[in-house]
């Protein structure tokens, strides 16, 4: 598998997957990866100092990690859902779950931008 696209594009990749009715469980394995890696960014971050709010940063990306982590079992679920009639009340608190820390993980987002988006425009590029 190739993940070909940088940045923000690979959500174009997982659309790709359901429009062609492959398995997303190989876009899955990629989220882990990332959300292993992104808490690990995260941990480092509040450890460095990196932040004026000690806790929205790295909350965002330790948050955006375990959204990644659990975007792996979602996509197998969604790749055996249609397989089994009944979801089990496991596949129910996995994407629970991941549904909690996609909202949690958006509104640091926004926080974040909220206090960043001033200082950019302060210094851009």
């Known amino acids: ?7 923000s594009y690979n959500i174009l990749l997982m ?5 062609l009715r ?7 394995i990629v989220a882990l ?3 292993i890696i992104a808490i690990y960014y995260g941990a480092n971050a509040y450890i460095d100092g990196m932040a004026k709010t000690p806790i929205a940063m790295p909350g965002l990306y330790i948050a955006f990690g375990l959204t990644g982590i ?18 089990s009340v496991l ?9 909690i820390g996609l909202i949690v993980s958006s509104v640091l987002a ?16």
């Open 91 to 99: 596949w129910t608190v996995i994407l629970v779950i991941f549904w």
């Open 70 to 87: 659990f975007t792996f079992p979602a996509t197998l679920i969604y790749d055996e859902f249609p397989v089994k009639d009944k979801s």
């Open 33 to 35: 990866f990332s959300g």
């Open 15 to 19: 659309a790709i997957a359901i429009i």
């Open 110 to 125: 926004a926080f974040t931008a909220i206090e960043a988006v001033p200082q950019h425009l302060l210094a851009p590029p």
């Open 1 to 7: 598998m190739k993940w070909p696209l940088p940045g």
């Open 22 to 28: 492959q398995k997303l469980q190989y876009v899955g």
